[in-house]
């Protein structure tokens, strides 16, 4: 078990993509899809459904119009990797969507940006263009759009996201139907993440060997880390997966690490004494990419806070177990902390929360028990005294 | 046909008249007026056939579409934990010493708004501010003094 942190490079490395594209286009869509799952790889913008079976579902429905979306709505607190990937290897994120819309057959395919991330914009059109121009070239059928958001977090999840598209409110929808029989403008459609669509044009190229061998069971190849919060280098990692998180915090940690939120405000928070035994993947607590770490200078009541504030504020408010369950949680820590609650009302706000994961609508709402019920049960103290 | 009118037209003519072109009118009236008058907002309905309550409903649904009026540049900093850790508290408190006005406000010649915002995608350069669509990681109150003393003299 004694495996040294790994550091991968291929998310950012600089490659043929126009030759992966040509090579591609000359094996049969099925075969390609056999690859990617082959190669294990799920989805990394959270939910960490098999990329490769997501794209299957797409392909075999019958319609006139498929999209692929390229999910770059980042707006997970301490994540910051997709505006990275974007920056650094835009043109991988292009011909992996023009990949998926080949496997699925898509003509269009259209990049989700959050506004925050406006001042890409001009660089992105410009390859954009350039690459739709060689799609073009090459005979082959498909354009790229972009589109922005407008500040709301609950956009990025994709059904939300696809309302949000078609000029609607951005409030999820009920599923199924899932996006890969009926998404955007009812049609089949495939939502990946950033990250996720330059992990399969890397599989495309190099098969799926070397990323399955990579990485434990459940969580093959590598990831990129947003890393955050008290380190000495604070920054963005590809990392091969299956390491715990007592070897992560040797390696970011500032020495005096009392826990990490794994997973941003929608994860979990694990305390210094389960660093040894909690594994960073599918099999122990799954990430976006999001690491904030934290010392033994910060207090635990104020990070809560912080994200049930986040939380209150994002939520779409469509359903009521997570519009009035944010509010509550909120205003219950509040009222605990000043003294105008007894310490036992926090197991009475556990409850609710428990209530809120299996009666809310969608992920917000549903996640929104794993920053609380992880930190009260850590740092109990820390919220009432 | 009124000025915002003109635009509005411009823009439909541009994106299309569907229902998903919605977004993208929307939003490029924001990015020229910094915020959705009535005015506008009707407009937006008329040349997109849909009722004016349907816009409204669609616009204040986001964070980033304002119904009311906004300063020419608008500030976001910040707020999400890391950045919170980092020191924002002390930015808002100098930009707000230096603009005279609090979070939320616009000065009274409507050059800046202060805002702050949830996480930006910043988090390993903290703290961090955003000026319109422009980003500036890692500030310090000086060098967020030195920024926006930068917007006030373009005026
Ligand atoms: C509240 C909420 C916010 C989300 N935000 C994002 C996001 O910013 N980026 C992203 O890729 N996925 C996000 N997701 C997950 C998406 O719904 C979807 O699962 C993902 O984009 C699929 O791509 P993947 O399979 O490549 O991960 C979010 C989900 C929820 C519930
Ligand atoms: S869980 Fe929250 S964000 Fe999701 S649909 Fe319900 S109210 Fe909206």
């Known amino acids: 078990m004694e495996k040294k942190i790994k550091k991968v490079d291929l998310i950012f490395g600089k490659v043929d993509y126009l030759d992966i594209l040509d090579k591609s286009l000359q094996r049969s869509r099925d075969e390609i899809i056999l690859d990617v799952i082959d190669s294990g790889l799920r989805g990394r913008g959270g939910a960490g459904f098999p990329t490769g079976l997501k794209w299957k579902f797409a392909k075999n429905e019958e319609a006139d119009q498929k999209y692929v979306i390229c999910n770059a709505d980042e707006g997970e607190p301490g994540t910051f990797k997709d505006r990275e990937i974007l920056t650094e290897a835009p043109e991988k994120v292009l011909a992996g969507m023009a990949l998926c819309g080949y496997c699925i057959g898509a003509t269009e395919g259209y990049i989700y940006l959050r506004m925050e991330y406006n001042f890409l914009l001009p660089q992105l059109h410009e390859q954009i263009d350039a690459f739709n121009k060689q799609m073009k070239e090459r005979n082959f059928e498909f354009t790229i759009f972009i589109r922005s958001g407008s500040g709301a977090y609950v956009c990025g999840e994709e059904t939300a996201l696809m309302e949000s598209m078609e000029g609607k409110r951005g409030e999820p929808r009920n599923k199924p139907p899932f996006p890969t029989s009926q998404g955007y403008l009812g049609k089949p459609t495939s939502v990946n993440n950033v990250e996720t669509l330059v992990f399969a044009l890397m599989i495309a190229k190099e098969g799926p060997t070397k990323f399955k061998e990579m990485g434990t069971f459940d969580s093959r190849g590598s990831k990129v880390f947003s890393v955050s919060g008290d380190t000495p280098t604070p920054g963005i990692y590809e990392l091969e997966l299956g390491m715990t998180l007592e070897q992560f915090v040797e390696e970011f940690g500032d020495g005096d690490t009392k826990a990490v939120q794994v997973g941003g405000a929608s994860g979990f928070c694990v305390a210094r004494k389960h660093f040894k035994e909690t594994l960073i993947g599918f099999e122990g607590i799954p990430t976006g990419g999001s690491m904030m770490i934290f010392n033994s200078t910060r207090s635990m009541y104020n990070i809560l806070h912080d994200y049930l504030e986040f939380m209150e504020e994002e939520s779409c408010g469509q359903c009521t177990p997570c519009r009035v369950g944010c509010q509550q949680l909120l205003k219950g820590i509040e009222a605990v902390k000043k003294g105008n609650k007894q310490p036992s009302y926090l197991e009475e706000l556990q409850k609710l929360s428990d209530t809120m994961r299996i009666a809310s609508k969608c992920g917000l709402g549903q996640s929104v028990p794993n920053p609380f019920n992880s930190i009260i049960n850590n740092f109990r103290e820390e919220i009432i005294y | ?155």
């Open chain 2, 1 to 155: 046909m009124t000025r915002i009118e003109e635009f509005v037209k411009e823009q439909a003519e541009k994106h299309g008249r569907d229902r998903n072109s919605l977004m993208p009118i929307l939003q490029a009236v924001v990015q020229s007026e910094r915020f959705l008058s009535e005015e506008a907002m009707v407009a937006v309905a008329t040349e997109l056939d849909l009722s004016t309550a349907d816009v409204f409903g669609t616009a204040t649904f986001y964070t980033f579409m304002d119904t009311f009026p906004r300063g020419k540049n608008i500030i976001r900093i910040c707020k999400t934990i890391t950045c919170h850790m980092k020191g924002k508290d002390a930015i808002v408190d100098t930009l707000e010493d230096m603009l005279k006005i609090k979070l939320g406000q616009t000065t009274t010649d409507g050059k800046f708004s202060l805002l702050q915002a949830n996480c930006l995608g910043w988090c390993h350069k903290g703290p961090v501010m955003l000026i319109n669509d422009e980003v500036y990681p890692e500030i310090t109150p000086e060098k967020a003094v030195e920024v926006v003393s930068k917007y006030l003299k373009k005026g």
